[in-house]
């Protein structure tokens, strides 16, 4: 059988002369130098040559039959993240970050965490049985540890750490995404908000945001509280599951088991060959009934999130579902208020001030096609139970006088007949 591996290779460093920012920064400025040369050395193949950066592409090449290609999915102020791309030896993810030491004081973390599969089986026997691949990926990251410590101008608390967790693989079975973003999950969870929500009422278009209104209108209800299984409590549903989103555009990945008021997501977003990650939170939860104008009150749920360190823009998007109680009207609708963020890569600063305002206008216009496609199907699916055809009561003959002397005319006739 295959299998995953969750390794874990952890390095303390105690009053390190860098901040875990400068650290990171000596990484990304040149990698080939946390390396042994004799044992590996990261060529990069798509990018401009120096500094590592979000997209680039490296061919990593080990001693023996091990040379792989990666691209760099996620870089933030303390980590960095690499995923492998077809024809490495494995498939996964592999983390490199730098958080405060958990207890000790002036003491850093280093961590590097991967989780991962051989690509086949004839991979997965030289790692397991022979344990060659294994070896010489101990000895690598080990190596690098080291070298951070060194290059920190600290000291190593006890000794590197290496922590392997397996669990069994096969081709029929996935792992859900969300369990392959756990490490990003516990980043962004200590991120915070790039901007400050207090200053709402600097919010406007003349001090740069973008205010962006959108609804559209959904199969209707009868009157009154919302139909179980109904088109508003299946809205309701698709935006709790994050699923209006167009995924060729954005998607979402959540834990799907925890509750929504203290949602942390990663927000994976697409434009032509690039895959961005950033980071939001759940700031409120509403379920309530509001009065609009003359349409009178509706029930109303949904949920806002607010963008964290790292994101393209800062601002607080609101998804909405209502149902209008007199007239049964049911309508999903967003509300969101943004600015670019800063952006440090000028190739990306330079591409979102050009596409970004187009895609965030895509963004709303399918998100409201595909919620309603969305419902409009679903609640077709449902099965409907017919209702009787009203008919008056059975009422007994003498209490109809034309029809008591109808039924004598036809007794008559009955009795000639049979004379």
């Known amino acids: 059988a295959c299998y995953y591996f969750n390794r874990i290779y952890r390095a303390d460093i105690l009053h390190p002369r860098l901040s875990k920012e400068a650290m990171l920064n000596l990484i990304l400025e040149d ?29 990593v090449h080990i001693s023996g039959p091990w040379d792989g290609p990666v691209r760099v999915i996620d870089v933030q102020p303390t980590s ?5 791309l077809k024809g490495h030896l494995e498939a996964g993810e592999i983390q490199f970050y730098l958080v405060d030491h958990p207890e000790q004081e002036d003491a850093i973390r280093f961590e590097i965490r991967s989780w991962t599969r051989s690509r086949d089986r004839v991979t997965d026997f030289f790692y397991q049985f022979l344990g060659i691949s294994k070896m010489l990926q101990k000895n690598m990251w080990t190596f690098f540890c080291n070298k951070v410590v060194e290059k920190s101008g600290g000291e190593l608390i006890g000794h590197i750490e290496v922590m392997t967790h397996r669990t069994h693989f096969s081709p029929e079975q996935q792992i859900p995404l969300w369990k392959q973003y756990t490490n990003q999950f516990e980043r962004w969870s200590q991120a915070q908000l790039n901007f400050d929500p207090n200053k709402r009422e600097e919010f406007t278009e003349i001090n740069g945001w973008r205010i962006d209104e959108y609804k559209i209108g959904l199969p209707s209800e009868p009157s009154g509280q919302p139909v179980p299984g109904g088109p508003w409590e299946t809205a309701k549903n698709i935006i709790n599951n994050y699923e209006f989103p167009d995924p060729r555009i954005v998607s979402g990945i959540f834990v ?8 942390i997501m990663i927000v994976r ?3 032509l060959m690039f895959t961005f990650l950033f ?5 409120q939860v509403f379920d309530e009934v509001r009065t609009l104008d003359k349409r009178g009150e509706g029930r109303v749920w949904g949920y806002s999130y607010r963008t964290l360190t790292g994101h393209f823009e800062m601002g607080e998007i609101t998804f909405e579902i209502w149902k209008f109680l007199e007239t049964g009207e049911v309508e999903f609708r967003i509300h969101a208020y943004s600015k670019p963020a800063f952006i440090h890569n000028p190739f990306y600063r330079i591409g979102f001030h050009l596409f970004g305002r187009g895609l965030q206008k895509r963004f709303g216009a399918t998100a409201l096609s595909r919620m309603q496609q969305m419902v409009i199907e679903r609640v077709a699916d449902v099965p409907t139970q017919e209702k009787p055809i009203a008919t008056p009561d059975v009422q007994p003959l003498e209490q109809d006088e034309s029809a008591a002397k109808k039924a004598e005319v036809l007794e008559e006739q009955q009795t000639e007949s049979e004379v």
């Open 31 to 59: 990698v080939n130098a946390f390396v042994p040369r004799e044992l590996a050395t990261f060529e990069k193949t798509k990018g401009e040559e120096g500094r590592l950066v979000l997209g680039d592409e490296y061919y």
């Open 80 to 84: 960095f993240s690499f995923i492998t």
């Open 256 to 263: 799907p088991d925890g509750p929504l008021q203290e949602r």
């Open 269 to 271: 977003g697409h434009f």
């Open 279 to 283: 980071g939001v939170k759940v700031s």
